[in-house]
C-alpha cells in the first residue's frame, strides 16, 4: 500500500490541516470536524492510501483523537495515524468533511 509521512494540526475550533509529501508533491486535506475539540499537533503522521487519486476533492472522514494516538479515515480509502505530541484525555471520536488541494 503506497504511503506518505507528513504532519497534521488543529486550530481552535473545528479545523485541522494534514500536510504530506508523496513524490515530491504536497498533498493537504484542511477538515471541519463535527463538534469542536482541543487543539492537537501530530509531527510524525503517515498516510497510507490505495490509489492517489483518492487524494483529491472533498472528502468525508472519521477520527479518533486521544489520548496518545491520532486515526483519521477516510470514506474512499485513505487512513491517516500517528502520534499526538500532547495527550487528549478523554478521547474523542468524530466526524467531519473537507477538502483536498495538491501543491
Not at 494540526?9 to 504536497?26: E, H, L, Y
Not at 469542536?36 to 510524525?44: A, L, V
Request: charge should be negative; proline fraction near 5%.
Amino acid at each position: 500500500m503506497p504511503s506518505g509521512s507528513g504532519i497534521v494540526r488543529s486550530g481552535p475550533g473545528d479545523i485541522f490541516t494534514a500536510m504530506f509529501v508523496i513524490d515530491d508533491v504536497q498533498y493537504s486535506f484542511t477538515g471541519k470536524t463535527s463538534t469542536e475539540g482541543e487543539e492537537f499537533g501530530c509531527w510524525k503522521a503517515s498516510l497510507e492510501f490505495e490509489d492517489i487519486q483518492a487524494l483529491q476533492g472533498d472528502g468525508t472522514f472519521e477520527a479518533e483523537v486521544g489520548e496518545q494516538e491520532l486515526s483519521i479515515v477516510f470514506a474512499n480509502g485513505p487512513k491517516i495515524t500517528g502520534t499526538l505530541q500532547d495527550p487528549i484525555i478523554p478521547k474523542a471520536i468524530v466526524k467531519g468533511q473537507g477538502h483536498w488541494i495538491t501543491n
